[in-house]
């Protein structure tokens, strides 16, 4: 009985102690921060540390100031392209002043720069994504983004409460945007023929949308409608 008890706490242990890291290897960025990297299939993502969803950072020094992100990084002789900005990557990295994107990327999931609010000045989608997913960028202070043609889909509330921007230009060939992808965002130009939710945006191609005026304008009034 003692035997069968301590081969179950040993596998306890042994289960417990390979959770404490939830990527393969680390990285250092051109801009020296350290990256934590996820081996994927045509790949690395930048990916959290941690294994607790509510807080990825426990344990572990977030990334601070002006964030380069490689277009590749080695690991053990082996060079992999930066494919991804997986869940949570820099969720609350409230130190963080703005992220330089890699054109290797492809993906941006879940909360990946989500409150941020650090982050300002202009960010720049590389033209290799075609998915931005759900809150990626929420409640970052980022004045400005520019979306790549190739670009599919956004996913909801991707882009809710970026307060400083003046407005998004939506490529057409976006064809799945989920529910206030663009909630409080004064304005957005879109073309396209998505379907679904209310995005959320005060003004759509020029159309008024009532329900959002009285949100969003207290912050075009602040800002005098730049987005700065």
Known sequence: MRKLLFIILFNIIACTGTQAQYYDFTATAPSGQTLYCA????????????WDE?????GFDKPEGDLVIP?????????YPVVALLALC???????TSITLPPTLRLIERYAVGGCRGVRGHIIVPES?????NYAFCCTFMSAVTLPQSLRKIGYSAFENCHYLAYISVPSGVADIGKDAFRNIPLVIYHGKAHGAPWGAAVLNGTTKPDYIKA???FVIRHGGSGK
């Open 54 to 58: 509510h807080n990825p950072w426990k």
């Open 90 to 96: 820099f969720l609350e990295c409230q130190n963080l």
């Open 39 to 50: 081996i994927l299939a045509d790949g690395v993502g930048v990916t959290h540390p941690g």
């Open 216 to 218: 969003i304008l207290p």
């Open 129 to 133: 994504v075609e998915e931005i997913d």
């Open 71 to 79: 277009d590749s990084v080695c690991h053990n002789g082996v060079t």
